[in-house]
């Protein structure tokens, strides 16, 4: 009965959560926000210093653990913001001498599709949406393979760039599609689909365009943003739904919050007779329980290292999802 404790601070959110035999007991986190611009990395990194001490015994109350019950620590090892991974790996490091416990470094885009096995999908296609990241991808032969990605920008930070650009503050996600709702006519973009890949900083120009022209309603903006940007997304996702013969389509990373785009997959998913899954939002963002989840898989299969070999590892702030070889699924 393994207990796995994970920290998560790639970016913008602090997070531990507890997992014990791939229950989530607990998923505290604390989020660096700004009322105008984007990360700081610096700033965000002084954040999760600050508030760690607070999330751990948060995390510990609301599973009911004490610290010593805990048999692993888990961290997101890359990729990240480098100021923000060290302050993560230093939290690990430190518990980890302090309890005698082993350390798991996990990859954080492996752990935000893994966390998706909770839904019940067992071999889908994963359309992964988050800040940094956009990937269409599915495991095949020991390794999550990229079907097709963004060839600049991640659809997360897109978002948040025009939302600062607006000045409507970061996160910007939330801010554009509550927007969104109220926009009623489409206001035609760029559609940038190349091959199974996407692009989306030509039309990130475009909006900035449009909005600087003051011809256009920012909700109109907002809505047209979304209904062009996930339709390239879908399309992705469908394509690698039919090249792979898979049957199953999960959505994940913080912007598989928007319900226009649950939506959207929903009903391309309905259309070719795909099952839909997505998990609760909770898990979608960063968060600690992800870590810990994946923690949890591969210390099952030995992929520790000892309180005592902590110099072996390190942050990977530019570790790419393919690069990872996924033993614990062979
Ligand atoms: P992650 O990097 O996976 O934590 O995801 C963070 C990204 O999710 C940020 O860029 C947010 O703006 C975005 N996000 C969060 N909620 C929403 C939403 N409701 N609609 C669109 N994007 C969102
Ligand atoms: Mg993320």
Sequence with gaps: MAIILGIESTAHTFGIGIVKNGKILSNVRDMYTTESGGIIPMDSAKHHKSVSEDVYIKSLEEA????NEVDAIAFSQGP???PCLLEGMKFAKALSKKLKKPIVPVNHCVAHLEI???TGAKEPVLLYTSGANTQ???YASGKFRVFGETLDIGVGNFIDNFARYIEVGFPGGPKIEQLAKKGKHYVELPYSVKGMDISLSGILTNLKQKFESEKYKIED???SLQEDVFAMLVETAERALAHTGKTELVLGGGVACNSRL???CKIMCKERGAKFFCPEKSLLVDNGAMIAFLGGIMFKKGLKISHSSLD???IKPRQRTDDIEVSWRK
Excluded at 64 to 67: A, D, F, L, P, S
């Design 64 to 67: 009911g653990v004490k610290e």
């Design 80 to 82: 990240g913001l480098a």
């Design 116 to 118: 998706t096995r909770i």
């Design 136 to 138: 269409v991808i599915a």
């Design 221 to 223: 903006l907002a809505y």
């Design 262 to 264: 649950q939506e959207m």
């Design 312 to 314: 072996k590892t390190d």
